[in-house]
């Protein structure tokens, strides 16, 4: 029997090659004065950047510009609101990675609100959002979180008494999401590495989540499948357009899965560690994605209801084994040597390179919420995970 579910809501999505240029006619159907959220420089260097602007004043589209330059802050997004409120703002768009998206669904949501964006952020917000919004238009520039498909924004205040919290709801889905590979072969190595790891992690937790279902299981496969086949490639071939056109095919299938299926303890870790220090979301996703597996399995085995989740992991291994016909141990130990091998290969950096030590587990780990992960793990597993990582 199929299990119940709900499916949240998506984009109006335009995947391909190119597809950027049909930016204006997108934003015309809302006005034409747009906010356009960009990252600090990649984009705004590049030759497809004067190419748009010149498509904007064919169109008739005018615009003005803010430039986010980390992960979004309170700060950054009641800046931003303050300096436009009262302009004739028809869009937002933003263009660049996950952190560039978050920042303008953010924008979008408090234009012609009173007040900050704390007050309306999950755990840490004394006030509920209506979902009023300026329409939003996404387009990322990296193959990772997949915000283009999703209906929060993640704010960040970071520190040791920071917090990484959602603004969500229902309509801050964007109207729109352009995802457009050519966007991405700029995107430097260690950047595609911690960025595909990120959707990696996403795609493999909301397949295990214990709120998965036959369409996000569907979902997370084919997701996965290109991972095999790009993830590896699109570090090391930057320039493939095959490889990339696979990644962000990813990196959009990895958002519509984590908003129906939910993720499981390295984000839940990750979300803790992000308002603690000053790390890049997908380098902690990626370089602690092999030993919560790891770890997540040893307790499956151990466990009498962990035989669902062993099948798929054992799934999992076969997609990535090229060899037939071996017991599920076999290939869940292979997806797990896996996992080892492609962090070692991508480079990825350890926890204490940007000032984790023994010390700050405990505080991370009892502040970590690891719901819908398939294993149950106590705070000191989840310790564990960290410290082989350190």
């Known amino acids: 029997m199929v299990k119940p579910f709900q499916f949240a809501r998506l984009p109006m999505i335009y995947f391909g090659s190119g597809k950027i240029s049909e930016l204006p006619g997108i934003v ?80 979008s949501a408090m234009l012609g609100k009173t007040g900050s964006v704390t007050e309306y952020l999950e755990v840490v917000g004394n006030k509920e959002h209506p979902g009023t919004k300026v329409p939003f238009i996404a387009v990322p520039t990296t193959s990772g979180t997949g915000s283009e498909a999703t209906k929060n924004a ?79 490639r699109s570090y090391t071939h930057g320039d493939d357009i095959t490889a990339r056109s696979d990644m962000s095919f990813a990196a959009l299938t990895s958002g519509i899965c984590l908003a129906n299926a939910g993720l499981g303890a390295v984000h839940g870790l990750a979300g ?3 308002a603690l220090f000053d790390i890049p979301h997908g380098v902690v996703c990626g370089t602690l994605m092999a030993d919560a597996n790891d770890l997540n399995v040893r307790e499956l085995r151990k466990g009498k209801n962990g035989e669902a989740a062993l099948r798929k992991y054992a799934t999992l291994g076969r997609l990535f084994s090229d060899t037939a016909v071996k017991s599920d141990n076999y290939y869940i130990d292979f997806f797990l040597d896996y996992l080892r091998a492609v962090t070692f290969f ?45």
């Open 272 to 274: 803790t560690i992000g």
């Open 154 to 232: 993640v704010i960040s205040k970071v520190g040791r008494d920071g917090f990484k919290r959602s603004l969500r709801h229902d309509n801050f889905v964007p109207d729109a999401a352009i995802v457009d590979h050519e966007l991405t072969l700029e995107c430097p190595p260690e950047i595609t590495a911690a960025a595909g790891m990120d959707c990696f992690t996403q795609l493999t937790e909301a397949y295990l989540s214990t709120k998965a279902n036959e369409y996000t299981d569907a979902l997370a496969l084919e997701g996965i499948m290109a991972i095999k086949r790009s993830l590896v």
């Open 28 to 107: 015309s159907y809302y006005g034409k004065s747009v906010l356009l959220v960009t990252g600090a420089r990649s984009f705004m260097d590049s030759r497809r950047a004067g190419r748009l602007f010149d498509l904007f004043g064919s169109n008739g589209i005018t615009f003005q510009h803010v430039t986010v330059r980390s992960e979004p802050s309170p700060q950054t997004v009641d800046d931003t609101v303050l300096k436009f409120a009262g302009r004739e703002i028809n869009a937002v768009v933003s263009i660049g990675g996950g952190s560039v998206i978050d920042a303008g669904k953010a924008i």
């Open 346 to 390: 991508l480079d990825l950096p350890k926890l204490s390179r940007f000032g984790l030590n023994e010390e700050d587990l405990p505080v991370i780990c009892s502040q970590s919420d690891v719901k819908n992960n398939p294993a149950e793990l106590s705070a000191g597993i989840l310790s564990e995970i960290l410290a082989r990582r350190l």
